[in-house]
């Protein structure tokens, strides 16, 4: 068989081992003892519960005659995968750096940090330290904060509370 690496880059490798296997009308458990390696890690893979070992892509790679390398490298390309997504959808920011007693009236654990990103801020502007404040800045970005705030720069310490203006 030959692969396009393209085509194949962010998939589970223990997917397309399934496929390739299904396509050849080989049976899991067999094909696992012909490696040796035990059917329940090959059930594993294919279901893709488990990541790919450099010995078993090795071992895979022989035993359906791909090029060495093959499978461990698509195991790469899925874990770069995953880790650009952990980047891109980061759930909540950095709850060591927040202090819970800012959210004394609510459950820290259960805040949806994207759906009440306006309280979130407002309350950490309102009475967050210059840390607390950075943390939301790096979380939300700036133009949410500059949205919610009125500007994009942790210092000038805290927002009007209850808009009431400052009397001379």
């Known amino acids: 068989m030959e692969m396009s690496l393209e085509k194949y880059k962010g998939i589970h490798p223990g997917l397309i081992l399934d496929r390739e296997l299904k396509k050849r009308n080989l049976k899991k458990g067999p ?11 090959i059930n594993e893979i294919t279901k893709g519960r488990r990541g790919l070992t450099p010995e078993i892509s090795l071992k895979i790679d022989r035993a ?21 997504q952990k980047d891109q959808f980061k759930l909540r920011p950095d709850l060591h750096v927040i202090r819970k007693i800012l959210f004394w009236d609510t459950d820290i654990s259960k805040i949806d940090w994207q759906k009440q990103y306006r309280s979130v801020i407002q309350r950490i502007f309102e009475r967050g330290n210059d840390q607390e404040k950075k943390e939301i800045l790096n979380f939300y970005g700036e133009e949410k904060v500059k ?16 808009g009431h203006k400052k009397l001379n």
């Open 31 to 41: 094909f696992a003892l012909s490696l040796p390696e035990y059917p329940q890690t």
């Open 147 to 162: 949205e919610v705030t009125g500007r994009s720069s942790v210092s000038g310490n805290s927002l009007p509370v209850l």
């Open 64 to 84: 359906l005659g791909f090029e060495e390398g093959t499978m461990f490298l698509l195991q790469a390309y899925y874990a770069i995968k995953l880790e650009q």
